[in-house]
């Protein structure tokens, strides 16, 4: 098969920058109240359980204080968002053809439909709070793969749901996670079942359009015992002067002897607060393998956990921050070892750049019983000039002394010395920077899909040209 | 709280031993060009408790040689702060920490590098036995003034009950690109290979763990100015636990 990368050779900020026209926000409320609450679930003709799960998780926002600690979240005016648009009269289609011109102009833009023909065993498209696509080949339906939008998965499976949804990640657990219990919307629904290897990624891409917008899809992967599969989500969203939120919530189920990789490339614009929370439980000798860029949006709180609550289950976190002028990419890993002999690597690099500030805060919890428990975290940064900042926080807490645990971490700038020798020969300043920035981000880039590791170096080179000369 | 300055070249010890210390609070100026020397012992008896503040500001090319060793108490906090204040001066910390029963040691040690060409070392290294606990906050900041700073802290424990707990938390906070820096930290237990080696050459597993740990010390407090008062309260804790297991 051959693979044209065209789409991703076009990309270029302002693809991601421009906006379609919204007019279908302004009659949208902005600021949250129980009557918004009330109004989404009733749009989306919700069982009568998640409507109670919804007004819970409010109270409990309400209750909840902002987090204290990590980067200033104080201009961020949670009054001022719209929490739920749909981008006029929209339905979630398995045809290509059904979704409106204007929105599938922007996903043929970003390469979405292209990249599914070539190598996806299903592909989805979130804009603004609303599934506008999703399609799983048939090979995999019959297979008794289910790859829904979270909203149709409410409506087809209400027992599965119910089973599942926020058991990994409650409201509860930080005052974002009760926001996006309360509010969610769309995302995606992925069942593998027993024994089943689904050998090709699946996809979805997430795109808020309109200013002030707050995005909060959820997604809730199931894979059971044996299963294997991949996920691989890109976001996007074009610049506004207005913060924007992203507050989705990822919650992934790798049961017995299962194997899951999730993949994702963030690329919000300059203006979205990023505040993800994504967190695995795996049972006995499962793998849960967890890939990340993040590259844009102002301010990024994302640190994806995996509960190695099995006997012999396994982490891999994997992750690149790039963090440009006023940016915060404040990002990192959590691994909790319940089990005996569960094993998890983390390897994080960052790249600071024109006052960016990166920071990796990382928890590694071994607790009491887990056995012969192996962890190593190893993370390096990369400062591109003198006003960036680089933050490495790694907290252990052991608990037991059957273990094997290393942590090391790296600051450090382009050496004068590699720069002269690929300038010697013939290549210029900036070139030579960003050659050396993806050869330190290499190792990352190359577990991703090929597609996504070439649009990967591509966003990186465009965030090294987006203010000229580096050093 | 105390507070001493050392003048301007000139070289100067102190040993602060927590047993018979009233201070808690000190702060330490060293001047331009001295070298000083600082050891700080705990040493209460196992009902006590302690908590210490020191901090150590250091003017150009002042150098520090500072070890901290944790043996005695029942429960102990320190909180370390060296601020290399003005270029070149630099820092050799070491700290030493060996917990048995159930003691819990509490250290804080923060570097500021807000000066050009200023380097530090920071070693920690922790036994902890029984139902032991401690937590090392090992921070360095490098400001934006700290060009060419050079900083690097390692800290290693070894965990040899499963009754005794470690929080490791080395923080690197870096905002300057020209500078070195990097930790590591690891946390263990004594390792079977270790012990089988020392077993398949007649030595049993109590005296080789024993050995292993006295290694796995030694190595901060051999230089120490106060190795004479250091070494035979190591080597007697060390004792008690090959006796017990």
């Given amino acids: 098969m051959t693979v044209t990368l065209d789409y991703i050779k076009n990309l270029n900020r302002t693809t991601l920058d421009d906006a379609n026209s919204s007019e279908y926000v302004n009659h949208a409320k902005k600021g949250l109240s129980r009557e918004v609450i009330v109004a989404i679930s009733k749009d989306k003709n919700e069982p009568e359980w998640m409507l109670e799960h919804r007004l819970n998780s409010y109270d409990v926002f309400m209750s909840k204080a902002m987090p204290n600690w990590g980067p200033d979240l104080s201009l961020l005016d949670l009054e001022n968002i719209i929490y739920y648009a749909r981008p006029g009269e929209v339905v979630s289609s398995t045809k290509w053809e059904d979704v409106p011109a204007e929105i599938k102009n922007t996903f043929e833009r970003l390469g979405i439909p292209e990249a599914e023909r070539k190598y996806l065993a299903g592909a989805g498209a979130q804009y603004e709070s609303q599934n506008v696509y999703h399609r799983l080949k048939e090979e995999y339906g019959k297979m008794g793969v289910i790859f829904e939008d979270m909203d149709a998965a409410l409506q087809k499976y209400p027992d599965l749901v119910k089973q599942y949804f926020m058991k990994c990640v409650t409201m509860h657990d930080h005052k974002f996670a009760a926001l996006h219990g309360a509010v969610w919307s769309g995302g995606t629904f992925i069942f593998i079942p027993e024994g089943v290897n689904v050998d090709k990624p699946l996809q979805a891409y997430f795109r808020m359009n309109a200013a002030s917008m707050g995005q909060f899809e959820h997604t809730l992967i199931i894979i059971e015992k044996g299963g294997q599969g991949s996920y691989i989500e890109g976001c996007s969203a074009p610049k506004y002067e207005n913060p924007s939120i992203h507050a989705g919530l990822v919650e992934v189920f790798v049961k017995d002897g299962a194997r899951f990789r999730y993949s994702s490339v963030e690329n919000w614009s300059r203006n979205t607060y990023n505040l993800n929370t994504k967190r695995a439980i795996v049972e006995k000798d499962g793998t849960i393998e967890w890939i990340g860029g993040n590259l844009g949006s102002g301010c990024t709180m994302l640190y994806p956990c995996s509960i190695l609550k099995g006997d012999g289950a396994r982490a891999e976190h994997l992750g690149i921050a790039f963090a440009n002028k006023d940016q915060i990419q404040d990002t990192g890993a959590k691994v909790i070892h319940v089990g005996a002999r569960t094993t998890s690597t983390v390897v994080m690099k960052s790249i600071s750049k024109a006052g960016g500030v990166s920071v990796y805060r990382g928890l590694l919890k071994i607790l009491k019983g887990a056995k012969g428990a192996k962890a190593q975290v190893k993370c390096d940064a990369l400062l591109l000039d003198d006003i960036s900042v680089s933050d490495t926080i790694p907290d252990m807490q052991i608990a037991e002394n059957d273990v094997s645990i290393g942590h090391e971490a790296k600051v450090g700038r382009i050496s004068e010395e590699q720069l002269f020798y690929l300038m010697s020969r013939g290549i210029t300043e900036d070139e030579a920077m960003a050659m050396i920035v993806n050869g330190f981000i290499e190792p990352i880039v190359k577990a991703m899909p090929l597609e996504y590791a070439v649009e990967m170096n591509r966003l990186i080179e465009m965030e090294m040209e987006s203010l000229g000369a580096v050093g | ?245």
């Fill in chain 2, 1 to 245: 709280m105390k507070t001493k300055l050392i003048a301007a070249n000139t070289e100067e010890q102190l040993i602060i031993r927590t047993a018979e210390e009233t201070e808690s609070c000190f702060e330490i100026t060293v001047g331009e060009n001295s070298q000083f020397s600082l050891t700080y012992f705990e040493n209460r008896n196992e009902n006590e408790f302690s908590e210490v503040t020191i901090t150590i500001t250091l003017k150009k090319n002042a150098h520090l040689d500072i070890m901290t060793a944790f043996a005695g108490s029942r429960k102990s906090k320190l909180k370390l702060k060296v601020i290399h204040e003005e270029s070149g001066s630099s820092s050799d910390q070491k700290t030493l920490f060996f917990g048995d029963k159930s003691q819990n040691f509490d250290i804080e040690s923060t570097t500021i590098l807000d000066a050009p060409d200023t380097t530090a070392k920071i070693i920690a290294k922790g036994v902890l036995n029984n139902t032991a606990t401690a937590s090392f906050d090992g921070s360095i900041h490098i400001t934006h003034n700290g060009k060419n700073a050079n900083a690097h802290l390692n800290e290693h424990t070894l965990l040899l009950s499963s009754g005794a707990k470690i929080n490791a938390v080395p923080a690197l906070k870096i905002a300057n690109n020209q500078v070195q820096a990097s930790h590591s930290a690891s946390v263990t237990r004594v390792d079977d290979e270790h012990l089988f080696y020392c077993g398949a050459r007649g030595i049993d597993e109590s005296s080789a763990t024993k050995m292993i740990v006295e290694g796995f010390l030694r190595e901060l407090y051999q230089g120490s100015n106060y190795i004479e008062k250091i070494e035979p309260i190591i080597l007697s804790k060390i004792d008690q636990i090959t006796n017990k297991n």
